[in-house]
């Protein structure tokens, strides 16, 4: 089940800033990411059976579009040398969609949880950026596909993909990656463009948490964005937990100079 909210962690940069100032969400190429096998695995083929091996011969038998020649062949082919023309078969069609998904699609990252240091470490800025939190209402975001951690690599099904057009399973390797990242929790949106850059609906916007090392001048200028344009959103600064490895969050109000100096707050 998807969650109702999702988050999304940025470093403190100029295109961070300018994402935020725009409601943009951006969908980089995966060509770029830190997991090597990321958006880039090669499946395997599950072997068919017996009675899959004649589902499949039928299949193709029936087409309309073959020749007479390979009619014959096909039909007087053996089991064996017939699987393994299927698996070759499903094996380049599984290679050449990983091929074209990572040169032309574009993937955009988020985690269920906002809490967790290696996500603040290595998505956060190692601490001194912020994260953003998103309702799953509107799109992209509810069209979220969960990531899948696996030990071993995922295969593909020649039966339900050759005979029941069912290549979901091609775009569940997009999101399946190994055990070893099971801790960031993720979630992600795919489009069909790498660098398009996607604006959201600003009422998708519902926090914003800032990290405990955030320098007070970049968490001032995010907060001037969101003042400007949605006065109403949470903001809530970070701060190491005393007991628990994890980062906690207190809610606080941003008051600009101006206003600041209106108040008597500050002289």
């Known amino acids: 089940m998807k969650p109702k909210l999702i988050y999304k962690f940025e470093n403190f940069n100029i ?14 190429s995966p060509k770029y990411f830190n997991d090597p096998y990321d958006c880039a695995i090669r499946a395997d083929i599950l072997t068919p059976n017996k009675d899959q091996i004649q589902i499949l011969r039928k299949h193709f038998l029936s087409q309309n579009d073959i020749s007479e020649q390979a009619h014959i062949e096909l039909e007087n082919m053996s089991d064996e040398s017939f699987k393994n023309l299927i698996e070759r078969s499903a094996r380049s069609l599984s290679n050449s969609h990983a091929e074209e998904f990572i040169n032309k699609n574009g993937v955009s990252c988020f985690s269920e949880m906002n809490d967790d240091l290696l996500m603040w470490s290595h998505y956060g800025g190692k601490y001194q950026g912020y994260c953003l939190e998103f309702s799953t209402d509107n799109e992209p975001f509810n069209k979220l596909r969960k990531v899948k951690y696996v030990e071993t690599m995922p295969k593909i099904d020649p039966v339900s993909a050759i005979v029941e057009g069912n290549y979901d399973q091609f775009l569940d390797l997009y999101c399946t990656k190994s055990n070893s990242w099971s801790y960031e929790k993720e979630w992600r949106a795919l489009h069909h463009v790498a660098g398009t850059a996607f604006t959201y609906p ?12 955030i320098d007070f001048t970049s968490l001032e200028i995010v907060c001037l964005i969101i003042q400007g344009q949605n006065p109403n959103i949470p903001l809530w600064r970070g701060k190491r937990n005393s007991e628990h490895f994890k980062v906690e969050f207190e809610k606080f109000e941003y008051t600009n100079h101006i206003e600041a100096k209106r108040k008597g707050l500050i002289t």
Do not use: T
């Open 15 to 28: 295109q961070s800033i300018k994402n935020l100032k725009s409601h943009v969400i951006y969908f980089g």
């Open 202 to 213: 600003a009422e998708s916007l519902r926090g914003i948490y800032f990290g405990p090392d």
